[in-house]
């Protein structure tokens, strides 16, 4: 089946700083991949998704980019803010045709911004 | 537009008895609904899938069951709790595309935090 390795945290950082979180994973086929954020005491919301080798996804200043060479999908966001102190997930979807778009959650990042 | 949610928010329960979450979509029809369990400082496990009404796939050995009696209702029960079901639980639903493959994107509740004691 699908795994993820994410970077270890907690990551804490001044603000405007830059960030990155490494992301790796192994996959069936070519599976979409995804960046979801998680602010504290919510759910689960979409960050970013990339659906191809080589798609660059981005929002609210975060980008990250499918590099199938290295089957790695880092996020990376030039000057991080306190609004953006969140847990931050990598995860591929299963395309392995019987698997109903299920995704594989990775660790988890906890990233806190300082002022 | 479609809207998940579920609820309790919070609940706090003695060890061995019984629960149940629910979650409803509105907005949608025939989506896939998943359940996932968030322990505290660990990653998201994915709990039960479903694809249809009374369509259930359990993805771990464990004393949580789920159902879909509705279209757009998912539900998590177990009949009598352990201190190890402690954590946040988050419904998901996804867009149930043609040939079974999944798009791979969720869209969260806002999660039930359950403490066992």
């Known amino acids: 089946g699908d795994s993820v390795t994410q970077m270890e945290g907690p990551v804490t950082l001044s603000e405007e700083a830059f960030l990155t979180i490494n992301c790796t994973y192994t996959a069936t086929g070519y599976p979409s991949l995804f960046w979801y954020v998680q602010y504290p005491g919510e759910g689960l919301q979409l960050l970013l998704k990339a659906t191809k080798a080589d798609d660059k996804g981005s929002n609210k200043g975060f980008e990250a980019t499918y590099r199938k060479e290295t089957t790695s999908f880092h996020l990376e966001k030039g000057s991080v803010q306190v609004s953006d102190s969140a847990v931050y997930f990598c995860a591929p979807s299963d395309q392995s045709g019987t698997s109903y778009g299920k995704l594989t959650f990775g660790q988890g990042t906890i990233l806190t911004v300082h002022p | 537009s479609q809207t998940i949610h579920q609820w309790p928010a919070t609940l706090v329960q003695p060890v061995g008895s019984p629960l149940s979450l629910e979650c409803t979509v509105e907005g949608t029809s025939n989506p896939n609904l998943y359940w996932y369990r968030q322990a505290a400082g660990r990653g998201l496990q994915l709990l039960f899938y479903?694809?249809?009404?009374?369509?259930i796939s359990s993805e771990v050995p464990q004393n949580l069951s789920a159902s879909r009696p509705q279209d757009r209702q998912f539900i998590l029960s177990s009949k009598k709790l352990l201190l190890s079901d402690s954590g946040f639980y988050l419904c998901?639903?996804?867009?149930?595309?043609?040939?079974?493959?999944?798009?791979?994107?969720?869209?969260f509740g806002e999660g039930s935090r359950l403490t066992v004691l």
């Open positions: 998901a639903w996804s867009v149930a595309p043609a040939g079974g493959l999944g798009t791979g994107e969720l869209f």
């Open positions: 479903s694809v249809g009404i009374g369509q």
